[in-house]
């Protein structure tokens, strides 16, 4: 049984089609980038995974199971906007995951605050956007999930930021699980990806294993990218 | 987890609507303490600004709570913060009954408290008499005392805002279904459901009223026509049970809109 | 360990690539245990999967072995080594002797560079 499953998804908004017939299969145990220009439907399809969305038509199963209290209880979501209550500390944030996420692993979060130097007591709404935005990674990949979904985990960082991010992603998802990256800065990002998806115009353009494809087209994955669609 | 879920709800209502509880309480002792004073100019008006403010504060504290309740209900399903509760790992229904119940719980709490600042302000047995006079022919009939009248009195004011709190909460869920203008028409449509109470209720009122005169004397102002004990008595009883169905229907309405899901955007 | 990679190539050729010269080199010694292919993909920053399927061709070429639980080795076997150490140096030599005559250096003039190295 595939970690998710999307079958035949349509999804519509005001009558213009943003995704048209996605079918998508990821196996366990893989770091699989979801690759495309701004716009082009990976947020919208993330967020149809995550109940955030209903789909037009079509299915998506999660452990063979259609989404529901299950599939969250095995997603780890990470999105673009901070989502926090910014009247809570980090204490109380960190209870909030703890009420709510029986695989949430306080005392990982706590150790990986730490080394961020940040006081546990700090409300959120005194923390700058970059610490908002690392403290929610920290909370999505203190999760023993099964799968890890992160929607443009690299948006607008430095370099700094980004290497911290891309360990703080490798250092700990667990080997069963498949992490899900959205991006559209490929080159960042592309060496840890075992599978890529390319995504455009709302249509799933390609989906092979990065090395091979490497290999295939005799470039790198950004490159190949920016070959297809010429940006 | 329902627990959990109105754990989190109620302590976002409450931080703000807390400090406006304290306020009147202080207020109405206050008021309390200048009603006792000699009756020299100062403390007069002195009492009648206390006693001003603790009023005020009484419809603050139905307007704060109001407000709230709505805004923990569009920020946590529908904004930033909706990204984290529909994908914590539980039902809808649970996230919904949790809104749902912490709306009747502040509100009761609010009329409470508001009653409470009521009694510790004004609470005398000269006021007492004077209210039982002016009551005294609903009170007697009613076969109560008029404390029953009173405490009657606060729970349909309860009733009210509940259903303007329900109103609201279809009139959001309905609004942010479109595709745009989500808050605007949230509160378009809020406003026409509580109307449509309103409408309903008094078409119903006045339904009944074609088969018992008695009823109709309430929309007749000839006031030549009194209104009679059993008036009274049968349009409470009336207004208390026609709230609680408009509360049960849009409470069923908004479970059936809310579990077919959301779109955030 | 200090891995530099091309985005250009399949990044498992280029780790069996690196790991190869780290060990022929002895950088990683004969006979010595390797991190865990977690903390070994956390060193060089790339995914799990591809590190696992590097040393699995390291281990096809017979330069690591796994020992039942204890993890992955160094192989001890020299003349592996030497082999390993002799297609490298053929590779190098063999590429700068086309880069010098394409040059126009002709054989003999080749080795009087190479014996004069020290003074470069």
């Not at chain 1, 716009?39 to 063979?64: E, H, R, Y």
């Not at chain 1, 996420?101 to 959120?124: G, S, V």
């Not at chain 1, 800065?185 to 592309?190: H, M, N, R």
């Not at chain 2, 001003?52 to 805004?71: E, K, P």
Request: glycine share 4%; charged share 25%; aromatic share 12%.
């Amino acid at each position: 049984m595939e970690l998710l499953e999307c079958i035949h998804i349509y999804k519509d908004y005001d009558k213009k089609q943003v995704l048209k017939d996605i079918n998508l299969k990821i196996p366990r145990g893989k770091i699989i980038g979801l690759l495309g220009k701004n716009g082009m439907g990976k947020t919208t399809l993330i967020k149809l995974i995550n109940d955030l969305l209903t789909p037009t038509s079509g299915k998506i199963l999660i452990n063979g199971e259609s989404i529901g209290i299950n599939s969250k209880k095995i997603i780890s979501y990470l999105p673009e906007r901070t989502y926090l209550d910014k009247s809570m500390t980090i204490k109380e944030t960190l209870k909030y995951f703890e009420d709510f996420y029986d695989n949430f692993d306080t005392k990982k979060a706590k150790k990986l605050i730490k080394d961020l130097d940040l006081e546990i007591d700090t409300k959120i709404s005194k923390m700058s956007k970059g610490m908002q935005e690392k403290l929610q990674l920290i909370l999505v990949m203190s999760r023993n999930a099964l799968l890890y979904i992160l929607d443009e985990p690299l948006g607008g960082v430095d370099p700094a930021t980004r290497d911290y991010i891309l360990d703080t992603i490798l250092n700990n998802f667990n080997e069963d699980a498949s992490v899900i990256i959205s991006t559209h800065l490929i080159s960042d990002i592309e060496r840890i990806l075992d599978e890529v998806i390319f995504i455009d115009k709302g249509k799933i353009i390609l989906a092979s294993d990065a090395d091979k494809l490497r290999e295939k087209e005799n470039g790198s994955i950004d490159e190949i990218f920016r070959r297809m669609f010429k940006c | 987890m329902l627990g959990k879920c109105l754990k989190y709800d109620l302590k976002y209502i409450y931080k703000v609507l807390i400090v406006f509880y304290l306020i009147d309480i202080v207020f109405a002792i206050f008021t309390r303490i200048l009603f006792t004073f000699d009756n020299s100019f100062m403390s007069h008006v002195l009492f009648l600004i206390a006693s001003g403010t603790t009023i005020s504060f009484m419809f603050s504290i139905i307007i704060n709570n109001l407000m709230r309740v709505w805004a923990r209900f569009v920020k946590n399903l529908y904004g930033d913060e909706s990204y984290l509760t529909h994908t914590l790992p539980i039902s809808k229904s649970i996230i919904y009954n949790s809104k749902f119940l912490s709306s009747i719980i502040t509100m009761a709490t609010s009329i409470l408290v508001i009653l409470l600042c009521v009694v510790i302000a004004y609470y005398s047995k000269e006021n007492l008499e004077i209210l039982k006079s002016t009551l005294q022919f609903f009170a007697n009939s009613l076969n109560s005392t008029t404390i029953k009248v009173i405490l009657t009195a606060f729970f349909v004011i309860f009733l009210e805002f509940t259903t303007i709190l329900q109103a609201g909460f279809t009139g959001i869920l309905l609004g942010y279904r479109e595709n745009n203008l989500k808050m605007a028409k949230s509160i378009i449509y809020g406003f026409l459901n509580y109307l449509f109470v309103v409408v309903i209720s008094v078409l119903i009122i006045y339904i009944i009223g074609l088969f018992n005169p008695n009823i109709m004397a309430l929309f007749n102002s000839n006031p030549n026509n009194t209104i009679t004990v059993d008036v009274v008595k049968t349009a409470l009883t009336l207004g208390i049970s026609l709230y609680i169905i408009f509360i049960s229907i849009y409470y069923y309405i908004d479970i059936k809109i809310f579990k077919k899901g959301v779109n955030v955007l | 360990m200090n891995f530099i990679f091309d985005n250009n190539r399949p990044i498992y050729i280029q780790l069996v690539e690196q790991l190869e010269i780290y060990i022929i080199s002895g950088k990683i010694k004969s006979g010595e245990k390797l991190p865990s292919v977690r903390d070994l993909a956390l060193k060089t920053k790339v995914n799990p999967n591809t590190m696992q399927k590097a040393l699995a061709e390291l281990e096809n070429l017979k330069l690591i072995y796994t020992e039942r639980t204890n993890g992955k080795y160094v192989t001890k076997d020299k003349k592996l080594l030497d082999k390993f150490k002799d297609k490298y140096a053929k590779e190098k030599t063999k590429k700068y002797i086309n880069e010098m005559k394409e040059l126009g250096f002709n054989n003999s003039e080749i080795i009087d560079y190479l014996k004069i190295k020290e003074d470069i």
